[in-house]
């Protein structure tokens, strides 16, 4: 404790850490303009969501891997928006 009587003058500091989240991804959808890119986007979509087989399985399962091949070939095909610093 800080005062007058002691040699020191340090605070007891207290905080609170929140568990590290996964960055959010942002897709560059103004490159989807383009017909050849939306064409190639709807024949990896279809070529991998057909190969998936949604029968067997749980259902959480299911959904995590359907939404990770999404994801994939969306970054693959698009690709990420860019962060520009201003500065």
Do not use: Y
């Amino acid at each position: 404790m800080r005062g007058a009587h002691c040699w020191t003058d340090h605070r007891l500091l207290v905080a609170k850490l929140r568990p590290c989240r996964a960055k959010p991804t942002s897709l560059n959808l103004d490159r989807l303009n383009s017909t050849e890119l939306r064409k190639d986007i709807q024949k990896r979509l279809t070529d991998t969501l057909d190969a998936f087989d949604a029968q067997q399985g749980d259902l959480i399962l299911n959904w995590q891997q359907i939404s990770s091949s999404v994801l994939k070939v969306a970054t693959d095909v698009i690709g990420l928006k860019k962060r520009v610093n201003e500065d």
